[in-house]
């Protein structure tokens, strides 16, 4: 609880530093107060607190809701390190675009410890309504503004269809607590008031996710968004999701009876999701709307975790997820410091010549995103993949089949940037504080696999 005071109260501070118009006190106000709340988890982590439980009204702050709070502290610093030589663009802005980032994840922070449909509702606002303002920061692109605009409208449609879905639930239990609603669900499976509220929260879910069919608004708002706001939207608020889903349907709505009845339409939907994101992707032109494309179908073999609902669930879509967001802070760097206004792959060509940090860490992110050894990428397909195939064996092979589609249009990109540019280009200057960023998402994506058996 104390990670999650000095969070938000980090993001409070940065907005009010604003009002100095130096960038530079805004960065170390955001850097120190992200910095404290690791070492605050950290230690809650050492010490054993979390085994105890840090039980509060609402919020139960267990030792894997703990490790979900570290991967999204760590990957807000990350995005906020590397988008900094943006925000500083506009000095009096600079603290509400930090600010918004960081009171963004004390949303993802209530989404992990949740015990509660209102907790959860008053995470996801909190999450979201942030986000909304972020994806439109860039007020001179129409783009941006088409972004924003597209994200709110249907964000808060998908919001307004989980609130449904949660009423139903609740004239079903009587109860907005998880283990109420659990216990009410073994004993009365069946009732219809209870089905058509877990269709409704599963849609909305998917929806918030960018599953097909729901996926639409996806392309367009990330080609929009700023490159950090993207990256944060595709790492952060992804974890947030899927750890809230996760959760609620291993805690609520995780008994045999009703997983057979939400279990078949989430597998087809996994199925549609891996083959729009993934042939879609193929011909890609643009980076932003790759990666939209790209997370789509790492959407999908996300969903596979919860398909499977098993007693590692947690742990493998921490890592999964964990390794996806390291990846995303190397992709995201190399847009942000090519800066080609027109955001194509084709700007990418000759990056080995103009900064070789900059190209390892890019390459060995899309090794990562692509699932090849010896990257977290791998290792953590690798959990999901062996967790479903005893009970879906199909759906399994048919994500191989993609992961290799993948492939392709990975090593395209990658193609792209390790071959030589026909003209002169300038030499990429990296600041102190992407070249640590991108060393601490380096280290991640290399070395999650062999640290985490030790934390764990």
Known sequence: MEALIVLFASGLISLFAAFAKKPWLVMATAVGGLLLTIALIINQLATGKALLTLNYEGLQFDYISLMYALA???????MISIGYERFKEHPEH??????????????????????????????????????????GSNKKDIRSNESALKYFLTGSFATGIILFGIAWIYGATGSFKLAEIGSAAMSNADNSLMLVGILMILGAFLFKVGAAPFHFWSPDVYEGAPHSVTGFMASVVKLAAFGAFLKMFLWAFGNPELKAFWSPALAVLIIVTLFVGNLSALRQVTLKRLLAYSSIS??????????????????????????????MVGIIAVGIAVNDQEDKIESLRGLGQRNPLLTVVAVVSILSLAGIPPTAGFFGKYMVFSAAWSSYWWVVIIALINSAISIYYYLKVLGVMVSKSETPQEKIKLSPLTTIALLVSLVGMLGLAIVTPFII
């Open 94 to 135: 600079t603290g509400e675009y930090i600010g918004l980032l960081i009171i963004s994840s004390t949303g993802a922070f209530i989404m992990f410890a949740f015990t509660d449909m209102f907790m959860f509702f008053l995470g996801l606002v909190i999450l979201s309504l942030p986000i909304y303002v972020m994806a």
């Open 298 to 327: 790492h959407g999908g073999y996300t969903l596979l975790v919860i398909l499977t609902s098993g007693l590692t669930s947690l742990y493998d879509m921490w890592f999964y997820m964990t390794a996806y967001g390291f990846s």
């Open 72 to 78: 999204t502290t760590v990957l807000t610093l990350l």
